[in-house]
């Protein structure tokens, strides 16, 4: 297993306090405005401030034509796909199952990388996966009653985690030779441009003046989500093998469940809190160091 770097661990730290409270802040947003609507308003208002840190930064924008074919591929399958599935998510389940079925991409991502790029996963890794496949099982025990009743939202919240999964495989084998942050630049305008048009075509009768809590949540999400947190996913998803970092942020559903309970009244159980264990051993599973081999 790969050790992380200090940088790479506080980018972690960061990325899982930002991304986990997201959720019931999203839960707010899609409430009080129509989701596609909130999500590319969110994505066109951070487009400037992830643009800002490539100036600041003096990373180049420019990505050869040869590579156009593939980055929309990546976009496709990392950012559009999750947000327009996603948001309907969310709409329809409470934050904290949202974010738990979203985060079942790890299990997905194992499996995919095992069966269509030949990847060997230590038996500790394949543990990880099981604990989180249980921490989700977990969760969720409340909740078969009334997913029941609402198939589509658990249906979109998997197949978003299913093809996230595939995109991070293909982001960390991905041929293209630019900056992490230029590909995060590019990616998002694409998901911009993708959600502006869905939204045009499906909600724009439903367009009105944002409430103040709407406004708050649509400025976390383009300053914090889209400004930062997918430039920091891609560049741990680059830099570290796929179940390594899949697992390493298996602690925000976790800090999705709590955060949602706390703000919106959500209610917890035992296996909620069972489940942060569990969580926890998947985390441990590929960012603690490996035993030297004996001599």
């Known amino acids: 297993m790969q050790r992380l770097t200090r940088q790479q661990l506080v980018t972690l730290v960061v990325l899982t306090v930002v991304w986990g409270f997201n959720w019931p802040v999203m839960k707010v947003g899609v409430t009080g405005y129509p989701g596609l609507s909130f999500r590319a308003l969110s994505i066109l208002l951070g487009l400037p401030v992830l643009a800002a840190a490539l100036v600041l930064l003096k990373v180049p924008f420019r990505v050869p034509r040869r590579h156009w074919p593939e980055l929309l591929w990546l976009a496709f399958t990392n950012m559009v796909v999750w947000h327009i599935a996603i948001i309907f998510a969310v709409q329809n389940l409470s934050s904290g199952r949202a974010a738990i079925l979203g985060y079942t991409m790890p299990i997905f991502s194992a499996v995919i990388g095992a069966l269509f790029f030949s990847a060997v996963l230590s038996r500790r890794a394949w543990a990880g996966v099981a604990a989180a496949a249980l921490g ?60 502006s048009v869905v939204a045009t075509v499906f909600e724009h009768d439903q367009w009105r003046v ?86």
């Open 136 to 195: 989700v099982g977990l969760l969720l025990w409340h909740e078969f009653t009334g997913l029941s009743g609402r198939p589509a939202g658990v249906a979109l919240a998997l197949l978003s985690a299913c093809v996230w999964a595939l995109g991070t495989q293909l982001l960390r084998r991905t041929r293209i030779d630019v900056p992490t942050l230029s590909l995060s630049f590019w990616m998002t305008l694409i998901t911009g441009v993708s959600l």
């Open 210 to 295: 944002p409430s103040t809590p709407v406004v708050w949540a649509i400025a976390y999400n383009a300053v914090l989500i889209f400004g930062y947190a997918h430039a920091a996913w891609f560049y741990l998803a680059r830099g570290l093998p796929p179940v390594a970092s899949t697992l390493s942020v298996m602690f925000i559903p976790v800090l999705g469940v709590f955060s949602g309970a706390l703000w919106l009244g959500e209610v917890l159980h035992w296996q909620d809190w069972a489940a942060v264990f569990l969580m926890m051993v998947a985390i441990a599973s590929v960012l603690l160091p490996a035993k030297p081999a004996a001599t």
